[in-house]
T-cell receptor
C-alpha cells in the first residue's frame, strides 16, 4: 500500500527564519509525483511545489524548496525567510498514476512575529 | 488564470436529505476528482473520473455517493441520504490530459454540514 507520513503535527518558526517540514512516503512505483500543498484558514488547497520522481534536481519555487531523497523515500519542504502569511496547514501528497492523490496528515505551521 | 470552481461554498442539510455538490473543472482537463476532509483530519480520496466513468473509488465512496458529468462542463457529487458523519469539506480537483501523473488543481471546497 502507498502511504504518506508527516511526523510533525505542529511546528513554529520566527518570522524571517527557515523551517523544514518532513515527509516520508512508501511506494513500489518508480515513476511518481510528490507535492506540497498549503491550506490556510480558508481551507483552500494551494499547490506550493511539486517534484517529479525521475528528476534528480530538487524543485525550487522562490522561498520554497524541497530535499528529495528517492532512495530514502523522503520529501521535505524548506521555507526560507518565513513570512506571517506562511502560517497554514501543509500537506505532503503523492500520486503514482493511479488517478488518486494520497495525502499525509499535515503539519500545522505557525510563523511568529 | 484558470481555476476549479465549486458551488455552494457552504451547505447545511438535514440528515437523510440528498445533496448535490457542484464543480466546474478547468476546461481542458480530462481527469476529475472528489476528495473529503473531515475537520481536523487529512484529505481523503473519494473518487476519480475519466472519460465519463469512474476510474477509481475509495472504500468511503459507497452506494450513497454518485458522480456525474451532466453537461460537459459541470462535475457533480451526489450524496443520496446524508448522515451526520458526512459533515466535511469536499474538494473537487481536476488535472491535465496526462492524468494521474500531473498536478491536481483544487477548488476552494464546499463545506457540508449535516444537522
Amino acid at each position: 500500500a502507498q502511504t504518506v507520513t508527516q511526523s510533525q503535527p505542529e511546528m513554529s518558526v520566527q518570522e524571517a527564519e527557515t523551517v523544514t517540514l518532513s515527509c516520508t512516503y512508501d511506494t513500489s512505483e518508480n515513476n511518481y509525483y510528490l507535492f506540497w500543498y498549503k491550506q490556510p484558514p480558508s481551507r483552500q488547497m494551494i499547490l506550493v511545489i511539486r517534484q517529479e520522481a525521475y528528476k534528480q534536481q530538487n524543485a525550487t519555487e522562490n522561498r520554497f524548496s524541497v530535499n528529495f531523497q528517492k532512495a530514502a523515500k523522503s520529501f521535505s519542504l524548506k521555507i526560507s525567510d518565513s513570512q506571517l502569511g506562511d502560517t497554514a496547514m501543509y500537506f505532503c501528497a503523492f500520486t503514482a498514476g493511479t488517478y488518486k492523490y494520497i495525502f499525509g496528515t499535515g503539519t500545522r505551521l505557525k510563523v511568529l512575529a | 488564470e484558470p481555476e476549479v470552481t465549486q458551488t455552494p461554498s457552504h451547505q447545511v442539510t438535514q440528515m437523510g436529505q440528498e445533496v448535490i455538490l457542484r464543480c466546474v473543472p478547468i476546461s481542458n482537463h480530462l481527469y476529475f476528482y472528489w476528495y473529503r476532509q473531515i475537520l481536523g483530519q487529512k484529505v481523503e480520496f473519494l473518487v476519480s473520473f475519466y472519460n465519463n466513468e469512474i476510474s477509481e473509488k475509495s472504500e468511503i465512496f459507497d452506494d450513497q455517493f454518485s458522480v456525474e458529468r451532466p453537461d460537459g462542463s459541470n462535475f457533480t457529487l451526489k450524496i443520496r441520504s446524508t448522515k451526520l458523519e458526512d459533515s466535511a469539506m469536499y474538494f473537487c480537483a481536476s488535472s491535465e490530459p496526462q492524468g494521474g501523473l500531473g498536478e491536481a488543481f483544487f477548488g476552494q471546497g464546499t463545506r457540508l454540514t449535516v444537522v
